[in-house]
């Protein structure tokens, strides 16, 4: 009986070991699972071995990083930091507009310098609101550019800028580039007219739409292939798991710059930065409302019924917003503060030219700046303001442009779905 007793303890013991162990092993396959198919960013992907596979021939990797404080991984740690880890040799740190916090203004000089904690040279690619071109001295003994930024989605966004004028110092000077290839923040959207010969400039650097809907990394790979007429030795380091229209990937590990701060900011900058060089629109820069607001002087005539019909306006939208007022310098602005909810529903271009329609015709008198052309990277936009051009003309150019554009780009998508054309 005592020997029936033991052997059924044993049994018992044997059962539970073996459920244990398939416990464990089941723990072991979901989080194996779960790893596989984890949102990872270019830069938490990068390493010598990547490299070494792509250029077998290439003897040393000294590296010219471009970046500022938005080259981070998910955990917040900086690029220059995880790179040299890896057993990078990082000789110079290159930084777009805003420099390497972020929090320089545009018009501000920024002086070339040494990070402090590595003692690697820092030199500013972007100053006094110019972009500076690199040259043979900065590249002496670099062998491959890295490009590691966080776009903001509109092509009037100068980081893009740095990416196209690197990648021309590249192709120039013979050298690899790299692009850490990270999320669009504005989604899966692509409108706005493309950069048409005679307006290309520093924000508006080459031919694409204005809320273009690529990654940097599918950008670089649309230059390389139809803008630079000799390419260069291009390599992008895919995010694994990006889909284009996923919130959880578009996360915005840190500010983009001293104007755009949070998410709102960058879905509101989509058809504020626009607006920001008409006057008399005030879209709160300087205050914790940047690109967040549609205000005016309380000097200029406008009914509270008005601002009433534009809340209505931008609630078909997708756009809510709430009354506000702000005390400037001399004046006091009252208007709307406005939250996106859905930027990847937003029309970007075409409730900027809502807008400004609506305000034309509420009687507001409206200047452009001498930017405007510029960044739109047309005049058509404003001879239709203008009264000097049919808007059926103007929406025929700008959707026949696009979709030629959209076609021609298909092939340098990297990642699904694909962007989608919004048209006018």
Known sequence: ?????????????????????????????????????????????????????????????????????????QQGERSVGILLKRGFEIKKIFTPEHGISGLVHTDERISNSIDGALGVPIITLYSQGRP???????????????????????????????????MEAAQQYNKKFVVLDRPNLLGPCMDGPLVESGFKSGISIAS????????????????????????????VVTMKNYQRDSFACNQLISYLSSGI????????????????????????????????????????????????????????????????????????????????????????FKLLVRIVTFFKKSGVNIAFSKAFNIAVGTDKLRAFFDGKMKYQVFKKNVNKNLWKFYKKTQNCFLYSPFPEVKYL
């Open 1 to 73: 009986m005592k020997k029936v007793c033991f052997c059924g303890i044993l049994f018992l013991v044997f059962v539970v070991c073996v459920l244990s162990s398939i416990e464990k092993s089941v723990g072991v396959d979901a989080k194996c699972r779960e790893k596989e198919h984890q949102f990872t960013l270019g830069l938490e992907r990068f390493s010598c071995d990547l490299l070494r596979n792509a250029w077998p021939t290439c003897k040393s990797f000294r590296i010219g990083l471009i970046t500022n404080q938005t080259g981070k991984s």
């Open 132 to 166: 500076i071109k690199i040259n043979a001295k900065m590249l002496k003994d670099i062998d491959l550019l890295v490009f590691d930024i966080q776009d903001a989605g509109m092509r009037h966004y100068t980081y893009i800028t740095t990416l196209f004028q690197a």
């Open 208 to 235: 694409i739409p204005l809320r273009h809907g690529m990654t940097v990394g599918e950008l670089a790979l649309y230059f390389n292939r139809y803008i630079f007429q000799k390419p260069i030795e291009l390599y």
């Open 261 to 348: 701060r949070n998410l709102n900011s960058c879905y509101c900058y989509s058809f504020l930065g626009l607006l920001g060089e008409i006057r008399p629109f005030y879209i709160g820069l300087g205050t914790k409302r940047r690109f967040q607001t549609i205000m005016l002087n309380e000097k200029i005539a406008f009914s509270m019924k008005r601002w009433k019909e534009l809340q209505d306006m931008l609630h078909m939208f997708g756009i809510e917003s709430f009354f506000c007022k702000q005390a400037g310098k001399k004046s006091l602005f009252r208007g709307l503060e406005l939250s996106v909810k859905n930027v990847y529903n937003l029309e970007s």
